[in-house]
């Protein structure tokens, strides 16, 4: 499994960026796929998560109401929409995708590499 992560840089706060995660090596239809954050001196946190089939979806309550997690299964490509961004959003922001019907903290099988996030004030 690769995950391949892009779309990270440095923005204002209220701004909005999109993240990339583009995936290969995996059956699709079996996974979940979401990110992760970590943020200077904190553990890594969950954020999104999306179930490739069924295209459920779940959010940490941080994000709730600006972030959208989607995917592209032509591109097989899960992408997060970041809006209303803060300075609190300021993190490496992982891809990771688990052959479960819902990503967690307690079940990721792969990781991407990070990319970062910085909101400036």
């Known amino acids: 499994v690769q995950l391949q992560a892009s779309g990270g840089g440095l923005v204002e706060a209220g701004d909005s960026l999109r993240l990339s995660c583009a995936a290969s090596?995996?059956?699709?239809?079996?996974?979940?796929l979401g990110w992760f954050r970590q943020a200077p001196g904190k553990e890594r946190e969950f954020v999104a998560r999306?179930?490739?089939?069924?295209?459920?979806?779940g959010y940490a309550d941080s994000v709730k109401g600006r972030f959208t997690i989607s995917r592209d299964k032509d591109k097989n490509t899960v992408y997060l929409q970041m809006n209303s961004l803060k300075p609190e959003d300021t993190a490496v922001y992982y891809c990771?995708?688990?052959?479960?019907?819902?990503?967690?903290?307690?079940?990721?099988?792969?990781w991407g590499q990070g990319t970062l996030v910085t909101v400036s004030s």
């Open positions: 090596g995996l059956t699709f239809s079996r996974y979940s």
């Open positions: 999306i179930n490739w089939l069924t295209v459920s979806t």
């Open positions: 990771a995708a688990a052959q479960v019907a819902r990503l967690s903290n307690d079940a990721v099988d792969s």
